[in-house]
């Protein structure tokens, strides 16, 4: 990745996360520095310091579909 710029007061992302998983759900939750979850910005524009209290929680839900075909 190139970026268009100086990477000047950018630091490394750091993270902690948390999966529970139930029947057919999975819960995430960050804590974080970073503020994007897109790639190029987590790894390359990332402002926050954890020593300064940059903290971000984040939350993701997935959920699992099967199809089943009916046997007759």
């Given amino acids: 990745y190139i970026g268009n710029g ?3 007061n ?6 902690i996360g948390l999966d529970l ?5 999975v819960f995430q939750f ?8 897109a ?11 954890w020593s300064q ?3 971000f929680l984040g939350f993701n839900m997935s959920r699992v ?4 075909t009916i046997e007759r």
Avoid: C, I, V
């Fill in 6 to 8: 100086p990477f000047e």
């Fill in 21 to 25: 998983e139930t029947g057919g759900h």
């Fill in 39 to 49: 790639d190029p910005q987590w790894m390359l524009q990332n402002p926050g310091q």
């Fill in 65 to 68: 579909f099967n199809h089943k």
């Fill in 10 to 15: 950018h630091y490394p992302a750091t993270s």
């Fill in 30 to 37: 960050h804590l974080t520095n970073a503020r994007s979850m």
């Fill in 53 to 55: 209290g940059d903290l």
